[in-house]
């Protein structure tokens, strides 16, 4: 199994733009997230989902928007790009929820 | 909102040694607590969890306390390694949906 993947690894944006971030899972997962991680902070949850068709706000969900029609993708959308939502961004999966969830290696995102 | 956030940005200690790690929380309503490692360059990786109907929980190598009283979460490492170098997470899980994190505690381990 691949596990968790995410692409692309590194994406440079100007503000204004709009790109997708895509993940990946192939553990037949119900349960996925998306977090982004902010230098000397923890993660923040922006969205997540708990089945195909289902998702819902975390955290920090304003500037991104989410789908969920396959169990096995999860794609971020930032539909206009701002300097704030410079981060690195991780997706997770678990078999359901409450279980241990399994983080993609990340995308660094900068916005100019 | 919930915070949870750690004592100490940083830790080092002498390889062979044990580590405690520990994370305040600010919410008692919370189902369960879990502690991720995160190396340089990673996504993180999850150590162990507890239920927050639990006091002690144990995994190879490492025990999670909780004290609800106080709000407190500690991680021990025993036997420290070169290999646990990292930055390790609390995390606070609520309605099993809801992950809030702490800012994270880096460990350092000199051999």
């Known amino acids: 199994n691949a596990g968790v993947t995410q692409t692309p690894k590194f994406q440079v944006l100007k503000t204004g733009q709009s790109m997708t971030l895509q993940c990946a899972q192939d553990?037949?997962?119900?349960?996925m997230s998306w977090y982004r991680q902010d230098p000397g902070m923890g993660l923040r949850l922006i969205h997540y989902?708990?089945?195909?068709?289902?998702?819902d706000q975390g955290e920090v969900p304003n500037g991104y928007n989410v789908s969920r029609s396959t169990t096995e993708d999860f794609p971020l959308r930032l539909l206009s790009a701002a300097p704030s939502q410079t981060s690195v961004y991780f997706c997770?999966?678990?078999?359901?929820?409450?279980?241990?969830?399994?983080f993609g290696p990340g995308t660094r995102l900068t916005v100019l | 909102g919930e915070s949870v956030g750690l004592h100490l940005p940083t830790l080092s200690v002498q390889e062979g040694d044990n580590s405690i790690i520990n994370c305040a929380y600010s919410?008692?309503?919370?189902?369960?607590f879990i502690w991720y490692k995160q190396e340089s360059g990673k996504g993180p990786q999850f150590i162990i969890d507890?239920?927050?109907?639990?006091d002690k929980r144990q995994g190879q190598r490492v025990t999670v306390l909780l004290n609800k009283t106080v709000k407190h979460l500690s991680l021990q490492i025993a036997a420290t390694q070169p290999g646990d170098s990292a930055v390790y997470f609390c995390?606070?899980?609520?309605?099993?949906?809801?992950?809030?994190f702490g800012s994270g505690t880096k460990l350092n381990v000199k051999p």
């Open positions: 997770a999966s678990s078999s359901d929820r409450g279980n241990e969830q399994f």
């Open positions: 553990m037949n997962h119900e349960y």
């Open positions: 989902s708990v089945g195909a068709g289902i998702t």
């Open positions: 919410n008692s309503a919370s189902d369960y």
């Open positions: 507890i239920r927050s109907n639990m």
């Open positions: 995390a606070e899980v609520y309605n099993f949906n809801k992950f809030y």
